[in-house]
């Protein structure tokens, strides 16, 4: 049995003791990297909502596959570029990453998370942040930007480029084991303790350039932010050289 597993902690946050069940682990379901708006809200709300699901039959797969299909649907709202879609797209986009951070609390609470799980889940976060930007490239082609469309390829490239340079680090495919994986996850420190996460950011992003009726700025960002994130990225990547690390304790050929 895992530590933790079938008690409730000490540590766990405000109000859990109201909506706890025995069996979940409250503790174990906070996240210990804290993003910038993963701590100013998504967490803050996430957290006390995947204590009382967790209480439920509903699985984390669930979670994730509901999320998926919010933030596909916002970005098609996104496209359509009249004003009230653009805002519930905004809203949607902000709901489908709240449910992001739900579906590892609630893995967390029950002790479900998998290598598999985990892998599944930056997919999918990978496919609904795409479809968002494609989303908001095309409302704002809709909306009188002709460069929206250009726009809107070189965004894609850089926010795919980044992560597919993101997938040369191991611990890229898995939670972190050591405060070295958190900065190859998340390079960009807000302050010594908070960093700046993508998902979230796009998130919030993707909500102010919708309600401002603006949504090729946030994808002109992405494009113009793209190429240096993904060189920060490399230099850190042969910096650290995070492949030699592993190769130190190889697992023996059967």
Do not use: N
Request: aromatic share 8%.
């Amino acid at each position: 049995m895992e530590p933790g597993h079938g008690q409730i902690t000490s540590t766990d946050p405000p109000g859990a003791d109201t909506m706890m069940a025995p069996g979940l682990d409250a503790a174990h379901a906070q996240k210990k990297i804290k993003t910038l708006f993963g701590w100013l809200l998504f967490r803050r709300v996430s957290l006390p909502l995947s204590l009382l699901v967790a209480r439920t039959p509903v699985r984390p797969w669930q979670i994730t596959a509901l999320g998926l299909g919010l933030g596909l649907g916002a970005g098609a709202l996104l496209g359509y570029a009249t004003y009230p879609a653009l805002v519930v797209g905004g809203v949607l986009a902000l709901i489908a990453k709240l449910l992001d951070a739900m579906d590892g609390e609630v893995a967390r609470a029950k002790h479900l998370e998998t290598s598999g799980g985990y892998v599944a889940d930056g997919l999918c976060d990978r496919l609904r942040d795409t479809g968002l930007i494609i989303g908001m490239g095309i409302g704002a082609y809709r909306t009188d930007a002709p460069t929206g469309l250009w726009w809107t390829i070189v965004a894609v490239a850089m926010y795919l480029g980044f992560f597919y340079v993101s997938a040369a680090f191991p611990s890229h495919w898995r939670e972190h084991r050591s405060e070295a994986e958190i900065d190859q996850k998340h390079m960009l420190r807000v302050t010594g303790r908070i960093r700046l996460g993508a998902g979230d950011t796009l998130a919030v992003a993707t909500f102010v350039g919708a309600v401002a009726s603006a949504p090729l700025w946030p994808v002109v960002g992405i494009a113009v932010l793209g190429p240096v994130a993904i060189v920060m990225k490399l230099r850190r990547l042969f910096t650290t050289r995070p492949w030699e690390a592993d190769d130190r304790q190889p697992q023996p050929i059967r």
